[in-house]
């Protein structure tokens, strides 16, 4: 595998957020991606400087400049599970677990050296305990039947994917079994960096 793995957000024609991640390897399991801190990003920026998160319509995406940022806070390990509506992700601060993220997303479109993801705004936030909430259930609610994200039987769609992988958290199945909780980079991976043109 290459050194840099880039994962894009699509909306719409446009890429709305890339980030650059070190391919850790693919097997049954999936495509296990690691970010850590220090990583290129380059995210959409909205007139206030900050990063836009949930821009209410397609054209919101493509007329904000797309700026390139350094990621902060957690590193994350991230498992694209074969031809799943989702990611998991792993989070740890100061080298320890801090709890699992189900991003829903659609069944992304994969490339050499690339991944393109469409978001679904609707996420799980786990704690290492394994007690987890929705999280952004209100832009999900609210995109839903807008043109350009998902109608209302797809929305059903991706509750449904998001209490499938639930149950898997409650049952502590795979990959919420304590697999990569320990999870550490090998120190000799180069930073991520973003490839000049990451469009
Ligand atoms: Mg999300």
Not at 29 to 51: I, M, N, Q
Not at 64 to 73: I, Y
Request: hydrophobic share 40%.
């Amino acid at each position: 595998m290459r050194q840099v793995f880039v994962r894009r957000y699509l909306r719409g024609p446009y890429v709305s957020w890339a980030q650059a991640t070190h391919p850790v390897g693919e097997d049954e399991r999936g495509l296990l991606l690691w970010l850590p801190v220090g990583a290129d990003f380059a995210c959409r920026v909205g007139l206030d400087g900050d990063p836009l998160r949930d821009a209410p319509g397609i054209e919101d995406y493509g007329a904000a400049p797309l700026q390139r940022r350094t990621w902060t806070d957690l590193d994350v390990l991230i498992l694209h599970p074969p031809g799943a509506a989702h990611s998991v992700w792993w989070f740890f601060k100061n080298k320890g677990f801090h709890g699992w993220y189900v991003n829903l997303e659609a069944r992304p479109a994969r490339r050499t050296d690339a991944i393109d993801v469409v978001d679904h705004h609707l996420d799980i936030v786990v704690t290492p305990d394994r007690e987890w909430r929705w999280k952004d259930e209100d832009t999900f609610t609210d995109r839903t039947g807008v043109p350009g994200f998902w109608s209302e039987a797809e929305a059903q769609g991706i509750r449904a994917e998001g209490e499938r992988v639930a149950a898997a958290i409650e049952a502590a199945r795979f990959p919420f079994d304590g697999t990569w909780c320990d999870f550490r980079p090998d120190p000799s991976w180069p930073r991520p960096a973003l490839p000049q043109d990451p469009l």
